[in-house]
T-cell receptor
Framework: GDSVTQMEGPVTLSEEACLTI???????????LFWYVQYPGEGLQLLLK?????DKGSNKGFEATYRKETTSFHLEKGSVQVSDSAVYFC?????????FGTGTSLTVIP | EAQVTQNPRYLITVTGKKLTVTCSQN?????MSWYRQDPGLGLRQIYY???????DKGDVPEGYKVSRKEKRNFPLILESPSPNQTSLYFC????????????FGDGTRLSIL
């Protein structure tokens, strides 16, 4: 069935380090892909999305490219800040169904 | 402001005492859904609705009921709550179309003693 697998955490980085959170998917059709962020005590917020192959989503310095050939949508940021500490969820949408990964916790230390 | 509003935000109650968590959205979205979030398990869908009077089971529907009498509201009902339903619950809504993102409420933390 359709599913999302993302890198297990927790991930701890120093401020200004590079971030990559891996996400791969399995889908029977052509899904749209999303990254959501959940700050402590809050709901999930859309971070970025890509709706077709080779699309790049970007927001707040984060980027992810929809790679059909590797069925991946890895989240990247060149220089993380303490305020990026949160849980990140990869998700896919297909035929009006949403599938989430299990989330990756990121802590950025000064 | 576009938003999904859940109430209550926190609730501690006892086994067997019926409770309802309300969810309302002001974006005229057709699709609404409920999730529970548990450590190590991520988000699991409980029920979803693609329009008024249309509801379907998600991955973990046991012990829950929903209704969709109006487009904006999608309450989650626990008829006889049990301790294994202690969790963090999120309501979400979206416009129809696979490229549309979901918009989430701030969550309801339920503790069933």
């Amino acid at each position: 069935g359709d599913s999302v697998t993302q890198m297990e955490g927790p991930v701890t980085l120093s401020e200004e380090a590079c971030l990559t959170i891996n996400c791969t998917y399995t889908a029977t059709g052509y899904p749209s892909l999303f990254w959501y962020v959940q700050y402590p005590g809050e709901g999930l917020q859309l971070l970025l999305k890509a709706t077709k192959a080779d699309d790049k989503g970007s927001n707040k310095g984060f980027e992810a490219t929809y790679r059909k050939e590797t069925t991946s949508f890895h989240l990247e940021k060149g220089s993380v800040q303490v305020s990026d500490s949160a849980v990140y969820f990869c998700a896919l949408s297909l035929s009006n169904q949403f599938y989430f990964g299990t989330g990756t916790s990121l802590t950025v230390i000064p | 402001e576009a938003q999904v509003t859940q109430n209550p935000r926190y609730l501690i109650t006892v086994t067997g005492k019926k409770l309802t968590v309300t969810c309302s959205q002001n974006m005229n979205h057709e699709y609404m859904s409920w999730y529970r979030q548990d450590p190590g398990l991520g988000l699991r869908q409980i029920y979803y609705s693609m329009n008024v009077e249309v509801t379907d089971k998600g991955d973990v529907p046991e012990g829950y009921k929903v209704s969709r009498k109006e487009k904006r509201n999608f309450p989650l009902i626990l008829e006889s709550p049990s301790p294994n339903q202690t969790s963090l619950y999120f309501c979400a809504s979206r416009a129809l179309g696979s490229n549309q993102p979901q918009h989430f409420g701030d969550g309801t933390r339920l503790s069933i003693l």
